[in-house]
């Protein structure tokens, strides 16, 4: 568990870095909520294909979205659509009411089953102000087999 972790720190790091703030398409995969942090209800499962990386291999689904006075606290349902086991680096995308990228976060799931679903969560370093959505921005994922 410790060394899948540290491999995929750096894995992490890059995916964040490379994130640009246009959503990528993915309005079918967001959640708002306001400065209270009170979220709305989820909405739908992103397309597969419509999000960079292996979107192919999973079915994302935003469960939360919140901002803190001390980061953005983002939730994700993964469903894995392949025929192995996998672990998955989700990248999610809070964006302000003018669709500014404002904060991200990388969510980590390790070890989902074929046709299993799993749930992850991750935390920006920085908070946001405001009404919010989150996106799901970039999908990774590795063969555990």
């Known amino acids: 568990m410790k060394l899948t972790i540290l491999a995929a720190l750096p894995i992490a790091a890059i995916v964040l870095a490379g994130c640009s703030g246009n959503g990528g398409g993915d309005e079918n995969n967001q959640q708002q909520t306001n400065a209270a942090g009170t979220s709305a209800a989820p909405v739908q499962t992103i397309t597969p294909g419509a999000t960079h990386g292996n979107a192919d291999q999973a079915d994302v689904k935003v469960t939360k979205c919140e901002a803190t006075d001390a980061a953005v606290e983002i939730e994700a349902e993964i469903t894995n659509t392949t025929k192995e086991k996998r672990s998955y680096i989700i ?52 063969p555990m087999g």
Do not use: F, L, Y
């Open 91 to 142: 990248t999610g995308m809070a964006h302000n009411e003018k669709n500014e990228g404002v904060a991200s976060a990388a969510i980590m799931v390790d070890d989902v089953e074929p046709g299993k679903t799993a749930k992850g969560s991750g935390r920006s370093n920085s908070p946001a102000k405001g009404e919010i959505q989150c996106t799901i921005t970039q999908i990774e994922s590795m």
